[in-house]
């Protein structure tokens, strides 16, 4: 099956630092990939698209700027929390659909971010 | 943009009962409803998927079940057993020149109790 790996798959930074997560797409080649930002006991929001050689598409009150994201090849796209703030801890999650394919979105097993 | 409600947001069953969950969803494009299990800290896992032009699916003791007209669908589990507790969510996803985006319901904490 198709496998999505994540790097790190945890990370303590400290506020105003910057984080870059890498997500990964193991055996198949994604033109698409997304990302998620998970609270605890509360669902998936969809921060962006993320689609390869273009510039990602972000969702309503996402700051572009604060978390920029990078898709430079078919397999791998990375999400960067610049001047992260205690705010930001969460778990971080990528998808990746399959190119071209059905619709299912492969995801990988998440990054848990905190922000001291 | 698509919304998507889901009901319960827990839901408590004795081992061997059915469980059922509900989702409505707001826009009438969405053609694609995955339903997915997540454990704790884990990723979530598609379970069972459902594509508009079908009102429904079955795959062992998970069912889904779509109406388009009233723009709801429902995933059935059957028999449940302990390692069914987990959170479920369903979502709804439009298929766009980008690529398909998905909108998740809030989740259904399921406990299985023995």
């Known amino acids: 099956g198709a496998v999505v790996s994540q790097h790190p798959s945890w990370v303590i930074c400290k506020s105003g630092t910057s984080v870059k997560i890498e997500c990964r797409s193991l055996d198949f080649q994604a033109t698409t990939m997304f990302w998620y930002r998970q609270f605890p006991k509360q669902s998936l929001m969809l921060m962006a698209t993320s689609n390869e050689g273009s510039k990602a598409t972000y969702e309503q009150g996402v700051e572009k700027d604060k978390f920029l994201i990078n898709h430079a090849s078919l397999t791998l796209s990375t999400l960067t929390v610049t001047s992260a703030h205690p705010e930001d801890s969460s778990f971080y999650i990528c998808?990746?659909?399959?190119?071209?394919?059905?619709?299912?979105?492969?995801f990988g097993p998440g990054t848990r971010l905190t922000v001291t | 943009g698509e919304n998507v409600e889901q009901h319960p947001s827990t839901l408590s069953v004795q081992e061997g009962d059915s469980a059922v969950i509900k989702c409505t969803y707001s826009d009438s494009a969405s053609n694609y409803f995955p339903w997915y299990k997540q454990e704790l800290g884990k990723r979530p896992q598609l379970i069972i998927d459902?594509?508009?032009?079908?009102g429904e699916k079955k795959d062992q003791r998970i069912a889904v079940t779509l109406n388009k007209t009233a723009k709801h669908f429902s995933l059935h589990i059957t028999e449940t057993q302990p390692e069914d507790s987990a959170v479920y969510f369903c979502a709804a996803s439009i298929l766009t020149g980008g690529g398909n985006k998905l909108t998740f319901g809030t989740g259904t904490q399921l406990k299985v109790e023995l």
């Open positions: 998808s990746a659909r399959l190119a071209p394919g059905p619709y299912e979105q492969y």
């Open positions: 459902i594509r508009s032009n079908v």
